[in-house]
């Protein structure tokens, strides 16, 4: 086991010469894709309940590796002297496992887009209603992709660094997409404004309480609190500090353990929701 | 700090172990037939009440799980909207789900394609009304605004974890008369959506909703398991305040307890008889 | 037959909410434009913040975690643009990571400029190390060994040859991680980075709510909340930047939104009076 994670931790793949790198590289690619493969019309045969098992014992042994990894002990120079004391055996198999996860993400996001894409060229191809917004999306992806990938590609120099390129990618992202970004976040300012004056309504005893503790505190972390009387930004941090911070890390406590009942649940898969 | 492994602070990696003990013994207890208690959560019981109202108007009805990355919140948020779609199946309401993270929308995909399968209607399932719109915030945002905007839809769930573009989906389905009912573990976005949403279920309760929704014995135990857990965390933490009142903060025993690395600090200090 | 018309009061609580956003936009540019500028009562976490950079000594690390884009710029641009600057009077040496894509352009340009204006040289006393898609990954692999886990710096240029970063060997070497974000990445922080680390914090007004237990139980050692906090920050370093004009702004609309609040609840009680 320790001469597995040894070679895993040197990596010793990447310090092979380039082309035997690229070899092995692809082999393993290509096999793994292989196995992939093979392993669908496997599934696809078995029956429900050997497909079940098979799902449940992949989970458990996927879960108990992050969590073995967690709970071992890291010092074992006193049976290994030459190990490093802070890591187990099975501690360097973590950054390669945590870049496959990664990886997944990237393919999913290819996914995700493709699926977007086919959505909206059906949309405008069969004119479906408000098909112009398709056309719309469909233009903005294309240029904004092209624009992107050859800025990339000119920042590591592999093509030229064209005046146009530059001012049309300095037009769609700093004059056109930040500057959407910032204007929705700043619909939240007035949003929030309609939502409070809608909603902050004196119904009861402890809304009365809640809404004239907001005040004061609305009130007293601005400049104009301090203006008004040096007591209110003390007020303010007083209820910061001694009243919301224990009523957050109550919740956070709640949902600290709903969340690892969850994991533990998934883990040992006896959460049947979305499985 | 740096707690990378549970060697860093066994205390802490004890009471991980104690949790989950609490959460597998009651499971094993509802497994067997014990019958347990789970309070009424107001924002559930609407949720029929919601997609009536959809079915009634005849127009739709929406699911956003929100920016969570594929993990245990999202897989909750989707267990939930898995519920609502085959209550939706039965009405033949339509419905969209909205998506800003891609491994979820595919997840999704068969989760959704799953509860019509379960509810008889398979003929229903539309995989265009499933949508990854986009992994950037503010695109998301104002993808969901505008279909929620165009759409009028009558009811509009929201589950998972959310960041500043709450308020924009909640006001957005607020101005179009949507019921709305959200469910997050973000509290910081708590009070928009109590603010503009019809319902919110807040912290672990967004956790107890696939027990309450379901009354499965393993959910209802796991939820007792919860409670169980908080308890001891509840007494553990007036148990700290009472010993660090009486022994101050810097004895040895307080500092194994409290913090990271205490562990050596207490073998120093009292097994080798260091003082302290 | 006659129809009803409304009262003042209904029609108060039925205002059709584009009057309320001109209100609110009208306030936001006149107090924006116009020359009042208030000082601002330093609260504790900033003055904590300022201390625990007052300690560095000339050639000390520094780690900026910058997490923010265009979205958050009025509440995090003030913030680093503040923070670059007393790292630069300290005479430290700092480095910029970005876990956003966004980001990595944002304070990539904005770090550039103000390292001009001063004098401080990319490469020598500053580094930014691009864009890292995850950052627990990054921030266990900086833990063992930095320069193998991040390799290059935004400008391509192999980070064991910067002089900058000579002798640094892992984030064991820094003296202090200041996360700059609109998002919750602080616990990733407080979870994964080495013990010595200090932990400083810039947030958003609306996630430093949750920081508070943090900043409680010593996990954080100072805080600067949002434009308010970088008015405040600014006014202990003695330097006018843009976090005066912005908390002015919002010192103003704060006062409008408390008015409007108050004249709901007014109207709602006028309302009930005279129906009865």
Known sequence: MHMLTNLMAQQTIWRLPEESRILFATLIVLGAFVLVLGLVPVLQTLPPRGRRAIIVTVTFLAGLFFAAEFFLPVDWTAVFPKDDPKRNFLTPAIQPAQNVLQIIGALALGLGTFGLVRLHLRNAVQRRPQWGYSIVLLVSFVVMAIFSVLNTLAEKGIVARDPLLQRGFSILFDYTLLQLDAAMFSLVAFYIFSAAYRAFRIRSVEASILMFTAMLVMIGVVPLGAYISPALPAIANWVLAYLNAPAQRAIEFGVGIGGLAMAIRLWLSLERGVT | ?276 | MQARTQSVWQRMLSIDRRWLYLILFVNIMTFLLAPIRMPASISPPVQKFYDEIEKLQPGDMVMISSNWSASTLAENQPQLEALITHLMRKQARFTIISIEAQSRDISYRLAERITKEKGYQYGEQWVHFGFVPNLVVAIKGMVNDLPNTIKQDVRGKEISKIPALQGVKSLSDYKIVIDVTPSGTVPAWISYSPKNLTILYCPTSVMAAEAYTYLDSGQIKGMITGAKGAQEYEQLLGIRGLGAPFANTISFSHLLIIFFILLGNFAMLMNRLQAR
């Open chain 2, 1 to 276: 700090m740096s707690y990378q492994h549970a060697q860093d602070n066994w205390f802490s990696a004890i009471l991980i172990g104690l949790i989950a003990l609490a959460v597998l013994v009651n499971i094993w207890r509802a497994r067997r037939g014990k019958e347990l208690y789970i309070r009424r959560i107001p924002g559930l019981d609407a949720i029929d009440e919601a997609i009536g109202r959809s079915t009634e108007l005849g127009r739709p009805v929406t699911m956003i799980p929100g920016m969570t990355d594929f993990g245990v919140v999202a897989v909750q948020a989707l267990t939930i909207f898995k519920y609502i779609t085959k209550q939706i199946a039965r009405f033949a309401t339509p419905m969209r789900l909205l998506s800003g993270n891609p491994t979820v929308f595919a997840v999704a995909q068969e989760a959704i394609y799953d509860a019509y399968n379960e509810a008889g209607r398979p003929d229903l399932y539309d995989a265009d009304s499933i949508r990854f719109l986009s992994d950037r915030q503010f695109a998301f945002a104002s993808g969901v605004a505008g279909l929620i905007q165009r759409e009028r839809v009558a009811a509009s769930f929201m589950f998972g974890e959310f960041f500043a573009e709450s308020l924009i989906f909640a006001e957005t389905g607020n101005m179009v008369g949507a019921i709305q009912i959200a469910g997050t573990v973000s509290f910081t976005q708590v009070p928009f959506f109590v603010a503009a949403c019809d319902y919110t279920i807040i912290g672990e309760e967004f956790y107890a909703t696939s027990a309450y929704l379901s009354r499965e014995p393993v959910l209802l135990g796991s939820l007792v398991g919860q409670d169980i857990a908080k308890l001891l965390f509840a007494l553990t933490t007036i148990g700290g305040v009472i010993a660090a009142s009486i022994a101050g903060t810097d004895a040895p025993i307080i500092k194994l307890l409290g913090q990271p690395g205490g562990w050596d600090a207490f073998w120093s200090s009292v097994l080798k008889g260091g003082g302290q």
